[in-house]
């Protein structure tokens, strides 16, 4: 059966457009091998589970935000709202605050049914290696169409009629087979994944597939099944309709009339017509999403909207800022680079693909999410540490391979240009997983606790079930499912017992002499130390005596930001 693609038969080749008609291809030929998919996937299952597994093993993953998923979608699965104490105690928000008010994510309660199974945090990391394994027969799929030559197999990119179509070329499948498989291959191991799965569990296990999907499908006008992806990508983080939009305003561009269209079928004009219907609609829908989830759904869940609103420079609020920005176009370009790793980030995302993304209009979709990065004022967004950079991959690995196919399709020496291309943007991609964390799944000593994370496992063990509980942010996802645990942290919270180390830094503390300091406050206060070991300590309550800034949420209280180390945002590697 013919493998239906988004390429148009563009009658002038120098247009970055890609071909709508395509050879057929038959399962024959290979092309789409069920046998490599399904091996590919199961890499890509197997490295990103084995990544948050080797993590959970060596007790580096925290409660934010592993425990505050785990808890939220544990809500979802008893049928309640995801609430997260977690979440709202550390922040500072009034009792039963559901994680919607922070950020808009219903489409988590698709995993609820995975916590009738096993309800447990690491149900969650191997749900998310799942759905990023859904993305490789997507991308593979990306890729044939991409790499499909127009009917008639002519160099120089023309279309034939349908009639006059030639055989397949055998040299040309083996090509589609081959960009196929290492495009499954460079998604599965790709370094934004692995980075993401050793950052626990986040919203965007969903997001990846479903900017797949959609790119996919609106490659075979199957504007519908597009048009729903972009509608659960909208419901998966408040800030992806923005993503949404820009892909609409791409599907204008590339749907848009071209002058002469001599021999275009009736079909293709009706297909033409569609793709600018739903183009326009994802251009007003998405952004129409992200506002009304950001001004309307979030603060009715008893979230702020301006509370991920970290913009200093560029002003107090969106209003102000977009005057500040009328005023000073320039102003952007400042903030955007007034850290040394921002523009280090940039170069870093499109530099490791040699800049052949920045040839396809698909790059547009990233730049929302992209900007958000480097214009915060949170040094966390600028490095790649973190999960951010899986957003941006689905729309990094599209945009490259449709450049790609789009030089492949022009033949000569443009086509060698474009093997060239890709078999150097392969190997800098594996190479960049590999030291990324790739590595160290093969390296025993990585699947080990330090002496102090393996004290504070044998610390939690040494809490009764059903206790009240402050504790360290790496070992609260041991404690989540069966004590009522929330962060140790800057406000004392008066709990039955408190699991702190003395002489490491951990989150969210700025030093670890204030880790000294709470210890010796509450040891002077009705706590007793019943346990301690390699700096890891042990506390508990022992009487009612008042400790001094004891502070528990109620409904008046007033939502807190989180501060950020002095020695954070300094290194592109190191969050």
């Given at each position: 059966?013919?493998?239906?693609?988004?390429?148009?038969?563009?009658?002038?080749?120098?247009?970055?457009?890609?071909?709508?008609?395509?050879?057929?291809?038959?399962?024959?030929?290979?092309?789409?091998?069920?046998?490599?998919?399904?091996?590919?996937?199961?890499?890509?299952?197997?490295?990103?589970?084995?990544?948050?597994?080797?993590?959970?093993?060596?007790?580096?993953?925290?409660?934010?935000?592993?425990?505050?998923?785990?808890?939220?979608?544990?809500?979802?699965?008893?049928?309640?709202?995801?609430?997260?104490?977690?979440?709202?105690?550390?922040?500072?928000?009034?009792?039963?605050?559901?994680?919607?008010?922070?950020?808009?994510?219903?489409?988590?309660?698709?995993?609820?049914?995975?916590?009738?199974?096993?309800?447990?945090?690491?149900?969650?990391?191997?749900?998310?290696?799942?759905?990023?394994?859904?993305?490789?027969?997507?991308?593979?799929?990306?890729?044939?169409?991409?790499?499909?030559?127009?009917?008639?197999?002519?160099?120089?990119?023309?279309?034939?009629?349908?009639?006059?179509?030639?055989?397949?070329?055998?040299?040309?499948?083996?090509?589609?087979?081959?960009?196929?498989?290492?495009?499954?291959?460079?998604?599965?191991?790709?370094?934004?994944?692995?980075?993401?799965?050793?950052?626990?569990?986040?919203?965007?296990?969903?997001?990846?597939?479903?900017?797949?999907?959609?790119?996919?499908?609106?490659?075979?006008?199957?504007?519908?099944?597009?048009?729903?992806?972009?509608?659960?990508?909208?419901?998966?983080?408040?800030?992806?309709?923005?993503?949404?939009?820009?892909?609409?305003?791409?599907?204008?561009?590339?749907?848009?009339?071209?002058?002469?269209?001599?021999?275009?079928?009736?079909?293709?004009?009706?297909?033409d017509r569609r793709g600018?219907?739903?183009?326009?609609?994802?251009?007003?829908?998405?952004?129409?999403?992200?506002a009304l989830a950001i001004?309307?759904?979030?603060?009715?869940?008893?979230?702020?909207?301006?509370?991920?609103?970290?913009?200093?420079?560029?002003?107090?609020?969106?209003?102000?800022?977009?005057?500040?920005?009328?005023?000073?176009?320039?102003?952007?370009?400042?903030?955007?680079?007034?850290?040394?790793?921002?523009?280090?980030?940039?170069?870093?995302?499109?530099?490791?693909?040699?800049?052949?993304?920045?040839?396809?209009?698909?790059?547009?979709?990233?730049?929302?999410?992209?900007?958000?990065?480097?214009?915060?004022?949170?040094?966390?967004?600028?490095?790649?540490?973190?999960?951010?950079?899986?957003?941006?991959?689905?729309?990094?690995?599209?945009?490259?391979?449709?450049?790609?196919?789009?030089?492949?399709?022009?033949?000569?020496?443009?086509?060698?240009?474009?093997?060239?291309?890709?078999?150097?943007?392969?190997?800098?991609?594996?190479?960049?997983?590999?030291?990324?964390?790739?590595?160290?799944?093969?390296?025993?000593?990585?699947?080990?606790?330090?002496?102090?994370?393996?004290?504070?496992?044998?610390?939690?063990?040494?809490?009764?079930?059903?206790?009240?509980?402050?504790?360290d942010n790496q070992v609260?996802?041991?404690?989540?499912?069966?004590?009522?645990?929330?962060?140790?942290?800057?406000?004392?919270?008066?709990?039955?017992?408190?699991?702190?180390?003395?002489?490491?830094?951990?989150?969210?503390?700025?030093?670890?002499?204030?880790?000294?300091?709470?210890?010796?406050?509450?040891?002077?206060?009705?706590?007793?130390?019943?346990?301690?070991?390699?700096?890891?300590?042990?506390?508990?309550?022992?009487?009612?005596?008042?400790?001094?800034?004891?502070?528990?949420?109620?409904?008046?209280?007033?939502?807190?930001?989180?501060?950020?180390?002095?020695?954070?945002?300094?290194?592109?590697?190191?969050?």
């Amino acid at each position: 059966m013919p493998v239906e693609t988004g390429l148009s038969p563009s009658t002038r080749p120098s247009r970055p457009l890609l071909p709508r008609a395509v050879r057929p291809f038959t399962p024959g030929t290979g092309a789409l091998s069920g046998r490599r998919t399904a091996l590919l996937t199961l890499l890509c299952f197997a490295v990103t589970a084995a990544c948050g597994l080797q993590q959970w093993s060596a007790v580096l993953l925290g409660g934010f935000d592993l425990g505050i998923f785990h808890q939220g979608v544990a809500g979802y699965a008893h049928l309640g709202l995801p609430v997260s104490p977690v979440k709202s105690y550390h922040h500072e928000f009034p009792p039963a605050f559901s994680l919607l008010g922070d950020h808009f994510s219903p489409i988590l309660a698709a995993l609820a049914p995975l916590y009738w199974i096993w309800e447990d945090p690491r149900t969650l990391l191997l749900g998310q290696a799942l759905l990023l394994a859904a993305g490789v027969p997507l991308i593979r799929r990306i890729a044939v169409h991409c790499f499909t030559l127009p009917l008639g197999g002519a160099a120089d990119g023309t279309a034939g009629s349908a009639a006059g179509a030639a055989e397949p070329d055998p040299a040309d499948l083996r090509t589609v087979r081959r960009v196929a498989d290492l495009a499954g291959l460079v998604y599965g191991l790709g370094w934004p994944l692995l980075a993401a799965a050793r950052g626990g569990f986040h919203e965007v296990a969903f997001a990846v597939p479903l900017t797949l999907l959609m790119f996919e499908r609106g490659m075979t006008r199957r504007y519908g099944t597009a048009a729903l992806a972009a509608a659960l990508l909208c419901a998966t983080k408040e800030d992806l309709g923005l993503l949404v939009g820009v892909y609409g305003l791409v599907l204008l561009w590339r749907n848009r009339p071209r002058g002469d269209r001599q021999g275009e079928q009736a079909g293709d004009r009706a297909g033409d017509r569609r793709g600018l219907a739903y183009g326009a609609g994802l251009l007003i829908g998405g952004p129409l999403a992200s506002a009304l989830a950001i001004t309307r759904l979030i603060p009715a869940m008893g979230g702020q909207p301006d509370y991920y609103w970290v913009y200093g420079p560029i002003g107090p609020d969106a209003g102000k800022a977009l005057g500040n920005l009328l005023g000073d176009p320039l102003l952007l370009v400042q903030v955007a680079t007034n850290a040394t790793v921002k523009p280090l980030l940039v170069l870093w995302l499109f530099g490791t693909l040699l800049l052949v993304p920045l040839r396809s209009a698909t790059t547009l979709c990233l730049l929302p999410l992209l900007a958000e990065r480097v214009l915060s004022d949170n040094p966390n967004h600028w490095s790649i540490a973190h999960h951010y950079d899986a957003f941006l991959w689905p729309v990094l690995l599209t945009a490259t391979l449709e450049a790609l196919g789009h030089l492949h399709a022009r033949g000569g020496a443009r086509r060698r240009t474009a093997y060239g291309l890709g078999t150097a943007a392969v190997a800098i991609a594996l190479v960049s997983s590999l030291t990324l964390g790739g590595i160290s799944l093969l390296t025993p000593a990585s699947w080990r606790p330090s002496a102090s994370n393996a004290a504070l496992v044998r610390g939690a063990g040494q809490i009764p079930d059903g206790a009240l509980v402050e504790a360290d942010n790496q070992v609260v996802p041991r404690l989540v499912g069966r004590t009522d645990v929330v962060l140790v942290d800057g406000v004392p919270r008066g709990r039955d017992y408190v699991l702190i180390r003395s002489d490491t830094r951990t989150f969210p503390f700025q030093t670890a002499a204030e880790q000294a300091e709470r210890i010796d406050l509450l040891l002077a206060h009705g706590y007793r130390q019943v346990w301690a070991e390699h700096g890891v300590v042990l506390l508990h309550r022992e009487s009612d005596e008042p400790v001094p800034g004891a502070r528990v949420p109620d409904g008046d209280s007033t939502p807190v930001k989180e501060i950020v180390p002095s020695d954070v945002g300094h290194n592109l590697f190191k969050g």
